[in-house]
């Protein structure tokens, strides 16, 4: 065929982690891939209520199409409950709501990402915001990071370097995929930084509410003065994925970029979705999920650690969250990630190999582990598999006892 | 505020629809503006019953995260329904569930436009269109129409000096804002003509379903011999626009295009609205709606045309569609319909001027008339007022018998 496509086509790829997807619909496949939510805390009951009551009081205004911005009440609830929850200072009118923050990220290159433009993420970042940016040609550069997060004197010296940067893209809390959680004083640097240097910041935020233990930091938008914070928010990870709702909250003068850009790329989100939601939020909070997800998440985060720390050979890492739905784990640098998940798929468990999540390429000894979507005795059982095979590529058939920890990572659990 | 945007934002403009859409808003206003499908034909009832089996059967399947390409039911009741409907022969796996079909669009731009490459369209044509693809910085080429659609040789014309072209995007049904229908010779014309430039066609057919009389015509999809043409499809006209579903139906090795896209701008259309509408169609048709629908705007579109022969000046003309939701009028030369508009907001009365449509813009003499959304009494109070305050533009106090219709807009009529 003759047909021509967009030359950014060359770069837009089949996501490894869609792929894998379709590995955990089958039922004997213990999957550590996905990022799915545990279906037990979504309130399937509660919104058929909520549904009905709409449809019957409201159902020519919910089937009809409503205004690009989002819907009132719903944008009146994410301001509160932003302003209550994460000390941020937004209106209703600051609020856009999207399908997902999934289309906060595409949204994001589309306003701010000419081709060749530098923007700047943590060293892994969220492969979904790789695949969303990657479309508009940009050129990453990541930034490196440990245990408290992204490091101030290596952004400095780059945002120095790159005079160009259009956009620092970061996931302050719980990071996708590392677990990890900047520490205040690297919040306060990173702040410090970007407001010298008057670069845009988007803080994706899925995971803030999702704490097992310690104490809630306050996320860049609530320390921001200067309306460099774009905050992208789900209620994927609080309510329920499914529905695919979630928003921008942004200065003014940003926020207008995105609605416009809304507009073109689908008019609005669905009416009768944000009117469902609202109706939900009216009789209940997400409190309540969300505290059932985190204890559910939590057991099943000792569980993982658990059977890691008994199963693990000598020489692997992995950080130890204290909430979110991943653990990052590194090998021994001789073996590559990709082939120890083809031979693990053959004793059906799965994982994301981490190479995928450096936009620039190597670290094909990492991998990313989900632990919120299995029962416990699954994760135990999916770990003694994952190890047996690595004891294998790695020519040893015992288990070692002596397990190495990432330093500092016993701040990471305190956090 | 130093914060750099890309340069596609500065051709991202606000939606002169979207901005007027805020107008229908004041119950006092009679809005010809929007494009809203009439809420008498929503069957919210039923949806609830439909919304309270998903939720009770498969509640944890519906919030939760699904494939990118669409809930296969869904997927198959779209094949399905177009192969018996517009006797296409497309399998569910050439289609992807979209957020929208306004999502089509701004995928098409996506996947084919670079910067400064020609795209060819009807002039005038829809302005969602131009504004989704206007994003990705196109060269848009207008191509003449007429009362029978797209002039084959105008388009041979174009199309041998514009080599680099990488899409023809056309509205064969009740085009979105003229109301014509492409006659049969077109459709075979057009066919032949892109076959033998090997140029990809997005076919959008929003309206192919709300025909009032006549016979229908076959879809450009089911001329296509050679997988050049892309179909967008929605269900906002045949079931309703606040759920936001549409789909794209075309060639594996377009489709996987689409599927690509879409993984990076939104992972998925929800899941829930997904299985709510299936589960409704697996208890109902759309046709029952789409009879009701057509039953309205026939009586509504007759509504208009009578108060437009009663009402209207001399040297005003307008087409007489037989579908869907919109009519086209020019005034005559010296006027301007931006300057109507303004002072007929004044009178509580909406339309949109027709130089929006143009993507070079001109014919600012131009307006579309929406008749699906305001009962006929109104419609004849609104275009009463219009007419007045048109005829004290023109300096006139008195209407004429006299109306002008289009050239060819007998058979237009009769289609």
């Not at 000419?114 to 940009?138: F, M, W």
């Not at 994760?379 to 994952?386: H, N, S, Y």
Request: charged share 25%; aromatic share 8%; glycine share 8%.
């Amino acid at each position: 065929m003759a047909i021509g496509f967009a030359q950014r086509m060359s770069e837009v790829k089949a996501s490894e982690i869609r792929e894998l997807l379709k590995l955990t619909q089958k039922p004997e496949v213990i999957s550590f891939a996905g990022g799915l939510p545990a279906p037990e805390t979504f309130p399937a009951e509660q919104l058929a209520r909520a549904t009905a009551r709409v449809l019957a009081e409201a159902g020519a205004q919910a089937l009809q199409y409503s205004t690009t911005e989002g819907y009132p009440p719903l944008r009146e609830w994410v301001a509160r409950h932003m302003n209550e929850k994460l000390a941020t200072a937004v209106s209703p009118e600051q609020v856009l709501i999207t399908s997902g923050s999934q289309q906060g990220l595409d949204f994001t290159g589309k306003v701010f990402l000419d081709e060749g433009d530098p923007v700047l993420c943590e060293s892994p970042t969220y492969l979904g915001a790789i695949n969303a940016l990657r479309a508009y040609g940009p050129r990453f550069v990541e930034v490196p990071t440990d245990d408290d997060g992204m490091i101030p004197e290596a952004l400095e010296a780059i945002l120095a370097r790159e005079p160009r940067a259009r956009l620092v893209y970061v996931i302050p809390d719980f990071q996708n995929p590392t677990g990890r959680t900047w520490s205040l004083a690297r919040r306060q640097a990173f702040m410090g930084i970007v407001r010298r240097h008057r670069v845009p910041v988007v803080e994706d935020c899925p995971y803030v509410e999702v704490r097992f233990e310690g104490v809630p930091l306050p996320p860049l938008k609530s320390l921001d003065e200067d309306g460099l914070v774009i905050f992208l928010g789900t209620f994927s990870k609080i309510f329920c994925p499914g529905m695919r709702l979630g928003w921008v909250a942004a200065a003014p003068a940003l926020l207008e970029k995105y609605v416009l850009v809304k507009q073109g790329a689908d008019l609005q989100t669905a009416t009768l979705a944000q009117m469902q939601v609202a109706a939900w939020l009216e009789d209940h909070d997400t409190e309540a999920n969300v505290e059932r997800a985190c204890a559910i998440y939590r057991a099943r985060r000792d569980a993982m650690l658990r059977a890691l720390d008994r199963e693990m050979p000598a020489g692997v890492r992995y950080t130890r969250p204290s909430g979110g739905l991943f653990l990052w784990a590194e090998l021994p640098e001789r073996l590559n990630a990709r082939d120890l998940l083809e031979a693990c798929v053959e004793r059906n468990v799965a994982f994301v190999p981490g190479g995928s999540f450096f936009p620039n390429g190597g670290h094909e000894n990492t991998m990313r582990l989900n632990f919120s979507n299995m029962p416990e005795e699954r994760i135990a059982e999916g770990v003694r598999r994952l190890a047996g095979v690595l004891r294998e590529l790695l020519g040893r058939s015992e288990p070692d006892s002596k397990v190495q920890e990432f330093e500092g990572s016993k701040a990471l659990a305190g956090n």
